[in-house]
């Protein structure tokens, strides 16, 4: 009766083991580095994405029913690469509980966002003040608070007058009787994400995955499309949204 593996079995059983080991450890490093630079840069994506569809609902709804105030103030960065800064305002009705709350029907809410030192801070606020919702200060804005966690590597604010082309700078429109100054027909906001830590990411080019309408460029935000090499994922939405209560 035969007992035991010669040494050759022995041998060649090792030799399987070790190559499917290495194929094994191989699948599994491959996975990891793919989770390590897949994972940031998907939840990147996922904040890029939240933040442009609260401000693309709420800039759509500028100056709905307000009969004087301030409803849009746009606020060109002062210094080289310096972000902006945008305020809107609007009347809360009936029906509008998802933007407002059901405190805030027949209120006026104020949303603000200021990007500065990579930290992209935003508030509510409304007026006259609502049990357990945000009051609005004295000069009438929002206290602000870090809206994301990622970094905020470019925050940039264009608007489009009637008849006119795209601009970034200083706008700011007050209603008067329910009519705008300065009216604003369309805003456009680019919003650039980076993450914390190097992962190994591929090389980005700002502006690559957008579909920018006419007139308007990364040069209109006063941005390169140059490729960003560093290795740090990244992620960028553009939110272009007419203004129809601004502009009419």
Known sequence: MRRGFTLVELLVTVAVLALLLGIAARSLSASA?????VRPQALL????SLLASALSRELFVAGYGMDSGTALDLKKGTAQGEEDALTLRYACEAGMEGLCFAEGVGRVKAVRYKAEGGILSAGICLSPAATGLPACGTDGLPVLGRALEGEVEAFRVAYRAPGGGWTRGNRTVTMASGTPGDKVAAVAVYIRLKGKAKTGARAFTPGASLAFPDGLSLST??????ALTDGYPRAERLVVT???NLGK
Request: net charge negative; hydrophobic share 40%.
């Open 33 to 37: 580095l793919l989770e390590r630079r």
């Open 45 to 48: 994506a996922d904040e890029a």
């Open 221 to 226: 935000f006063g941005l390169s499309n140059t």
């Open 242 to 244: 007419l203004t129809p």
